[in-house]
């Protein structure tokens, strides 16, 4: 392997997709960024990640169905906030991949649930940084309202969304919000 692992770290960015490109992202490239999500780790081998791949008309439909419901909830008097319904629609519609994140319990719960949601988060890790080796972007969305998109995403009992991965072509470069030294995280016993 070629790549050099601490620069893809670094360089991997949250980039919201208003900085990505509506460029399509060939089926190759999607099923690799899978793929990677498959070799996360996980505890007593549960596997726990499902994905959802919108794309093209299905992706439309979805941010279609997703704003049709969530103006009706506004309606009912639900306190959602309308322009982040407005936000979310326009980000399903410019990106041209969106993959729902969605974290499945292992049925026997031999596990506790944070084991599982962390090997989910893994999982779209190792989506993330392959994104960046391949020079996309990418973006992990969690909206308020995910618990009420159950339905429309058809999310079955023992199953939680956890949010959507948009990936892009990046259009325009997001600038880093940087972090803070790693030394005020860390305490050396020796
Ligand atoms: C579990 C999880 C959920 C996130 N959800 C959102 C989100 O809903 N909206 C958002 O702007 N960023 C979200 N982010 C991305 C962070 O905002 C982003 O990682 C942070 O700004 C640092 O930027 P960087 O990843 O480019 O270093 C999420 C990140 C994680 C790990």
């Not at 392959?130 to 339905?151: I, M, Q, R, V, Y």
């Not at 969304?161 to 030394?183: H, K, T």
């Amino acid at each position: 392997m070629n790549c050099n692992l601490n620069e893809i770290i670094k360089n991997r960015r949250a980039t919201p997709p208003r900085f990505l490109a509506k460029t399509e992202i060939s089926k190759e490239i999607i099923q690799q960024l899978l793929e990677n999500a498959n070799w996360a780790p996980t505890h007593k081998s549960t596997e726990p990640w499902r994905f959802k791949v919108y794309i093209g008309e299905s992706k439309q439909k979805l941010a279609n169905d997703i704003n049709l419901l969530l103006t009706q909830k506004v309606a009912e008097g639900e306190p959602i906030n309308s322009q982040k319904i407005d936000k979310f629609k326009d980000a399903l519609e410019r990106v041209p991949v969106a993959i729902a994140i969605i974290f499945e319990r292992d049925a026997a719960e031999r596990l506790p649930e944070w084991h599982e949601i962390a090997a989910v988060s893994m999982a779209v890790q190792n989506m993330w940084l392959t994104a960046t080796d391949l020079g996309l972007g990418a973006f992990w969305s969690t909206p308020e309202f995910l618990p009420l998109l159950n339905h429309i995403l058809e999310i079955q009992p023992g199953q939680k969304l956890l949010g959507f991965f948009y990936v892009g072509f990046i259009a325009m470069e997001y600038p880093s919000p940087g972090r803070r030294d790693i030394a005020a995280k860390v305490v050396w016993k020796e």
